[in-house]
């Protein structure tokens, strides 16, 4: 069974920077994209970004673009959410996710979702 663990949230204040980190085990699917998502209390689950199975192509939300991005290792099965620059209105829980089919931006498009690591940002 695929598996898709984040970590590194935490309590950071506003103009700060945070490391996001997903392992990924278990199958390995060809073609796959990786995504990053939020949701806010309150807020529909939405996207940040995303990153192709060779970390050549990446895709990003028009809120985070130039503050956030997504690599990943896959000698280590990790995706990353470098967030620099961070709002109090970044505050949510962060998902990774692994694609389906579908559009990269939407959570309908995505099949596999980790348990959420909690990003509090202090104004």
């Known amino acids: 069974q695929v598996q898709l663990v984040e970590s590194g949230g935490g309590l950071v204040p506003v103009g700060d920077s945070l490391r996001l980190s997903c392992a990924y085990s278990?199958?390995?699917?060809?073609?796959?994209?990786m995504g990053w998502f939020r949701q806010a209390p309150g807020k529909q689950r939405e996207f940040v970004g995303a990153?192709?199975?060779?970390?050549?192509?990446?895709s990003y939300a028009d809120n985070v673009k130039g503050r956030f991005s997504v690599s990943r290792d896959n000698a280590k099965n990790t995706v990353y959410l470098q967030m620099h620059y961070l709002r109090s209105e970044d505050t949510a829980v962060y998902y990774c996710?692994?694609?389906?089919?579908?559009?990269?931006?939407?959570?309908?498009?995505?099949?596999?979702w980790g348990q959420g690591t909690q990003v509090t940002v202090s104004s």
């Open positions: 996710a692994v694609k389906r089919e579908g559009y990269t931006n939407q959570t309908s498009a995505y099949t596999y």
């Open positions: 990153i192709t199975r060779d970390g050549r192509y990446t």
């Open positions: 278990g199958p390995t699917f060809s073609s796959e994209v």
